[in-house]
């Protein structure tokens, strides 16, 4: 029941978020119509973000405590991550051409974004070839926890090197300490709706993914005792 639920709600914010940037979002000042493509990039990065801390908190507790429950949400988040940090460096790519006039520069943010899905991209492709068993899952958890400490050094990425990248797109921090909107509220207004339908939309991939996992295991079984 909560997964078609999940569907349906990230569908409807979807289409409310197609109208809401269509034909009531005005075009940003310097970029223009392109800068419509942030409503794609930022949740997709945002949902390969939190697919790959899913499978971090999973890996961990893997080690920790041999449940299986826990291998089964780290490798299909994995996998969810991986659609989505590739759709975020695509929309990127496409971004960028109008943007900086190319698609793509080996600066800080990027080359880690990428070594970021190539670890990733190792770990989908451990689960599908490794023998099953103990001993994969074993080995994905150590390399889900290790790709996860990329993540902040790509965050902290556009401080520490010149990229063509500009820092916080949501908030920054002025002198008196508190955190204030670094966009217009007409641009930060959808921005936000479109990262509460992307989680929706996460959530729902997830649920979906661990009920064919589970599906695909009792088949399995099935067989095994046929």
Partial sequence: MLTPLLGWLSL??????????????????????????????????????????????????????????FDRV????????VLFCGLGLLTG?????????????????LTTTLILLLIYVGYVLLRAFADPGEQQARLAAVLGIVGFLDIPLIHVSVQWWRTLHQQSTLFQVVESGAPKPSMPVELL??????????????????????????????????????
């Fill in 189 to 226: 207004v959808p921005l936000l709706l479109a990262l509460a339908a992307a989680t929706l939309f996460y959530a729902f991939l997830l649920r979906y993914r661990l009920q064919v996992e589970s599906r695909v295991e009792a088949l399995e079984r099935h067989l095994a005792r046929q």
């Fill in 93 to 109: 790519a496409l971004w960028g051409r109008p943007t900086w006039g190319t698609y793509w520069v080996w600066d800080a943010r």
């Fill in 74 to 81: 780290a490798k299909s988040s994995a996998e969810i991550g």
């Fill in 12 to 69: 409807i914010g979807f289409a409310a978020l197609g109208v809401l940037i269509f034909a009531f979002t005005p075009n940003d000042r310097y970029m223009g119509f392109s800068q419509k493509i942030m409503y794609i990039h930022v949740p997709s990065m945002w949902v390969a973000y939190l697919a790959f801390f899913v499978v971090f908190f999973c890996s961990i507790g893997y080690l920790w405590k041999r449940t299986a429950a």
